[in-house]
């Protein structure tokens, strides 16, 4: 009797270590929000972290920009300019989402306290759409007005470009971007930053027959 029980708890051990085995679940570990991890090759969060970082600092420290801006607020009672964000462009093969380069540079350079920010795209229309409405349902003393919007001085653009080299089971990835301030009135180029510091060689492994 005993000797049946050990072998039917025996039993139940063996299933209960091939379910767990045959798991379906993810295994997941939380690391630091900077670790860098590269599973693909492809476009990531730490290749967005290198290219902001550089197109930041070159804009902070751009002389051309600091004297525009003395220049500017020498005229407008101290005001700095203002931007508005224009589109990133993606101009590889790969999904790369622009929307965050663009964020990060507009969030790093409102906090410098260097230039201001006016809202564009989906963010202007919904304010836009909020101000109409408020001119029928809101009192006269609290709805906002009409046609007062700030506008901006100049147009921080961008594009992300790839250029991919193969032979065999290796692939060579390089990333070009570029982030451009140009005057909205003149079309003039106040500054461009280029970053190509991102390359890599993603090796295949090699198919087994």
């Not at 929000?33 to 290198?50: C, F, H, I, K, P």
């Not at 500054?191 to 090699?206: A, C, F």
Request: glycine share 8%.
């Amino acid at each position: 009797m005993k000797k049946g029980i050990s072998v039917l708890a025996l039993g139940i051990m063996v299933i209960a270590l091939g379910v767990s085995g045959c798991s379906s679940s993810p295994k997941v570990s939380r690391v630091s929000a900077d670790t860098q991890v590269d599973l693909s090759g492809n476009w990531n969060d730490t290749d967005v972290r290198t290219v902001c970082d550089t197109l930041i600092k070159e804009a902070l420290g751009a002389p051309r920009i600091d004297a525009y801006i003395r220049e500017f607020a020498a005229g407008h009672k101290g005001e700095p300019p203002t931007v508005i964000v224009g589109r990133f462009k993606n101009t590889s093969s790969e999904h790369i989402d622009t929307n965050i380069i663009s964020s990060l540079m507009r969030a790093a350079i409102i906090n410098s306290g260097k230039l201001e920010f006016v809202e564009g795209g989906d963010a202007r229309d919904e304010l836009r759409a909020e101000r109409t409405d408020q001119q029928g349902n809101a009192s006269e003393a609290t709805a906002a007005a009409l046609a007062n919007e700030t506008g901006a001085n100049f147009m921080l653009q961008g594009e992300v470009n790839a250029v991919v080299d193969r032979a065999g089971n290796t692939t060579v990835r390089s990333y070009f971007v570029k982030a451009t301030l140009t005057n909205l009135e003149t079309n003039r180029i106040l500054w461009e930053g280029q970053n190509n510091d991102i390359k890599k060689v993603i090796q295949q492994p090699r198919a087994k027959f």
